[in-house]
């Protein structure tokens, strides 16, 4: 109960209900009026907003029309000529232009078999890889794939360009083989998509050791630690990397009898990368 409220007196009688009150005879037609619900009232427009209305198309009129007479007095304005003097060239050489360090194209629009890792000192040259001078066309980089005719047609959409390559091999059975593949980029960015496809194929294997290469932003090198196995053949170990840089998609590929220590892989993804 509220602090300030009343308390009652218990001696206090109850008040009295008043005596009830006979309604007044109701005629028959003002009974029926009364049935009826009063119909609800529609919100008038108010005659100010009707005043406002009228005065703002008013002034609408009266200042396009005035607008036309000033402008019916003007002297008409004198256009420029379309025909300009020639302006005073600058004089002097141009800007040097930029220098491989400040512009990864010149590097890249080079002999891109220049920025391949070198092979080691003492390694035995691939010689799986042909007599194609260290370059790989559209046609051979397909045949790299287990489906060539729709890996050609995919290269051909991603705007192929050229590929560099170069491999070694070491004793019996250590090999490498090195890749820089270059895309065009007119319409996408293929060498990004192009590491991206790498980096999905290498995580579906299983038993699978991976590391973010540094100072290539996704660049990941693996190892597969499960070897591939076959009657009558060796175990072969596998480790990859990939990563991109502008237009170029990087691909390394080790395969040794034994398993690959991650230093290998590594250490031969952060050299080839620093020469992009």
């Not at 001078?133 to 397909?142: F, L, P, R, T, V």
Request: proline letters at 9%; one cysteine or more.
């Amino acid at each position: 109960m509220p602090e300030d409220a009343p308390v009652a007196d218990p001696g206090a009688r109850l008040p009295v209900e008043p005596a009830p009150v006979e309604p007044a005879p109701v005629e028959p037609a003002q009974a029926a009026e009364a049935d009826v619900p009063a119909e609800p009232r529609v919100r008038r427009r108010g005659r100010t907003a009707l005043l406002i209305a009228t005065a703002a198309v008013i002034g609408l009129v009266a200042g396009t029309c005035t607008g036309f007479v000033v402008q019916a007095d003007r002297e008409p304005t004198q256009l420029a000529p379309l025909s300009q003097p020639a302006v005073a060239q600058a004089k002097g050489d141009g800007p040097e232009p930029l220098s491989a360090a400040q512009d990864h194209r010149v590097k890249t629009d080079g002999d891109l078999r220049k920025l391949l890792v070198p092979r080691p000192k003492g390694a035995k040259a691939a010689d799986w890889l042909g007599d194609d001078d260290g370059w790989m066309d559209i046609g051979s980089y397909a045949e790299s794939y287990e489906k060539p005719a729709g890996a050609f047609r995919e290269l051909i959409s991603d705007e192929y360009r050229r590929a560099a390559v170069t491999g070694w091999s070491s004793g019996s059975t250590y090999t490498v083989e090195v890749r820089l593949v270059q895309f065009r980029q007119e319409e996408k960015l293929a060498a990004a998509d192009a590491a991206e496809e790498g980096h999905y194929w290498a995580g579906r294997k299983s038993d699978t050791s991976d590391w973010p290469v540094p100072g290539t932003g996704d660049g990941v090198a693996y190892v597969h630690n499960k070897p591939d196995t076959k009657p009558g053949y060796l175990p072969l170990y596998e480790a990859e990397a990939h990563a991109w840089r502008g237009d170029v998609a990087m691909e390394i590929w080790v395969y040794d009898s034994k398993p690959i220590p991650k230093a290998k892989i590594m250490d031969l993804a952060e050299r080839q990368m620093e020469r992009l």
